[in-house]
């Protein structure tokens, strides 16, 4: 096996089956025409092509550098234009190969505009775009945590593709790709190289610290490039599934460090957010679906984001070899596994009760109209989580609530919505309910 089949074989394993068999399939590594840092691809047709190269380019790259340890540029061709590429002549190949290093692993689509803010992101959405305004001065080091798939690793490009545009040097790793340059250096003996070159950038981001844990050779290297970079005022931004303090196998000296500049969470994005985010990922991907769809799609999808991007090219895959437009009920069967995994089968009823006990009270007074402060707000629970657990559309709602018509419901969905973002006790209570009711369900 040559290392672009390798590569292949490791992205299989990170990717659904159908990507791999639609999508990665096809792919035919050049063995004669790559480089150490550059990497071709051919694919059969115009349709794989462009969605290879938006979709997977960057984590193609990433597990090259995984592999072999240094940075390489992926091109994807077609397959007919293999010729051309082996008669570019030597100069403008080394000149491009030149021009793409600089920007090989930095995803050019995560930026802060295609980036969607929510109550659930605001916060670091916000601490990441002022350090990327002033960097080594507001927060440093910038440390964000969160679940997978919830945008850490977008935020930080985010920052890093506004600061490599300025012109500065921005390294991006992954704590895994930092181990790993780390243990080629030390096997080649190379080390002030390596030190050189992590201490000498002016933006280090580092995703998925929490790899660091029980690594003490590393743990050791990383505080120093960690002092160096920071006592010349050097920005640094790193990720990690949890907050410093609860990452374990980490020395005391660096976690109090994570903590020196601010911390800031990610929380699983609320309803409104997944189909701000739905809605982007269509116009980036020239995916065109109803509103409808996109809400059915927002309620499927638990809470990871990057479910998102794998539904998406399941549709387009589908609608394409199939021939057939995207309607309802052809997402509902393309997705019914999905729909199987996440989806309680909630009714507007269970809702009511379960939050009625909860709250001690009928549930026919949730559904009346009484005015009372407790009644009001057990309401707002209700019909929030009535719109996040069903796919009830907004006069549907209306209509079992007793209210006018949609635009009370979405005033309603407005005002818990500023509830929860301002609101501790009220965003716990909500989390708390929704919990509750889909493992009552189980
Ligand atoms: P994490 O690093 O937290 O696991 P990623 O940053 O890799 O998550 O995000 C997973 C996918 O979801 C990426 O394609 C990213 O662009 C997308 N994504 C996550 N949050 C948002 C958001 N708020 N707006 C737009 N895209 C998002
Ligand atoms: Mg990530």
Redesign the pocket.
């Known amino acids: 096996m040559n290392i672009g089949e390798e590569v292949l074989k490791l992205l299989k394993e990170e990717i659904t089956e159908i990507e791999y068999t639609r999508y990665i399939k096809h792919l035919t590594y050049d063995l004669e025409n790559s480089t150490s840092d550059l990497a071709i691809f051919y694919v059969p047709n115009i349709l794989v092509l462009n969605w290879i190269k938006s979709r997977y380019s960057a984590k193609i790259a990433h597990l090259f550098e995984v592999k072999t340890g240094s940075r390489v540029t992926v091109e994807i061709q077609l397959k007919n234009q293999n010729q051309t590429s082996s008669i570019k002549n030597n100069e403008t190949k080394a000149q491009e190969n030149k021009n793409r290093v600089k920007h090989s692993l930095l995803?050019p689509?995560?930026t802060f505009e295609?980036?969607?803010?929510?109550g659930s992101?605001q916060f670091a959405?916000a601490a990441v775009k002022s350090v990327s305004e002033k960097p080594g001065s507001t927060y440093n080091p910038l440390f964000i945590y969160?679940?997978?798939?919830?945008?850490?690793?977008?935020?930080?490009?985010a920052a890093g593709n506004v600061l490599q545009n300025q012109g500065k040097n921005v390294i991006y790793i992954t704590l895994e790709q930092f181990l790993n340059d780390f243990t080629r250096h030390i096997r080649n003996k190379t080390m002030e190289r390596f030190q050189e070159k992590y201490r000498q950038c002016d933006v280090l981001l580092i995703?998925?610290i929490q790899f660091l844990s029980g690594k003490d050779g590393l743990q050791e290297e990383f505080f120093h490039t960690f002092e160096a970079l920071r006592g010349k005022g050097k920005q640094i931004i790193i990720?990690a599934d949890k907050p410093p303090k609860k990452i374990a196998g980490i020395e005391e000296r660096l976690k109090s460090r994570f903590e020196w500049g601010l911390v800031a969470d990610?929380q699983p994005?609320e309803l409104e957010?997944k189909i701000?985010?739905i809605e982007?990922?269509c116009e980036i991907n020239k995916v065109k679906l109803s509103k409808e769809i996109i809400h059915y799609i927002a309620t499927v999808i638990d809470s990871?984001?990057?479910e998102?991007?794998g539904i998406l090219s399941k549709l387009h895959a589908y609608s394409q070899l199939m021939h057939v437009d995207i309607d309802l009920d052809f997402v509902k069967n393309v997705l019914k596994d999905e729909a199987k995994e996440n989806q309680s089968n909630l009714t507007l009823d269970d809702i009511t009760q379960h939050v009625a006990k909860n709250l001690n009270i009928k549930p026919s007074e949730i559904r009346s109209k009484g005015r009372s402060k407790n009644l009001v707000y057990a309401r707002r629970i209700t019909i929030y989580l009535c719109r996040e657990l069903t796919q009830s559309t907004m006069p549907q709602l209306a209509q079992y609530f007793g209210m006018k018509d949609h635009t009370a419901i979405s005033h309603t969905l407005k005002k818990i919505k500023d509830l929860i973002e301002n609101d501790e006790d009220f965003k716990l209570k909500i989390a708390e309910l929704k919990n509750s009711l889909k493992t009552s369900t189980i």
Request: net charge positive; aromatic share 6%.
């Open positions: 995803n689509s995560h295609n980036f969607m803010v929510g992101n959405y969160g679940g997978v798939g919830l945008g850490k690793t977008h935020l930080m490009q995703d998925d990720t990610i994005p957010t701000a985010i982007r990922k990871s984001v990057r998102i991007e």
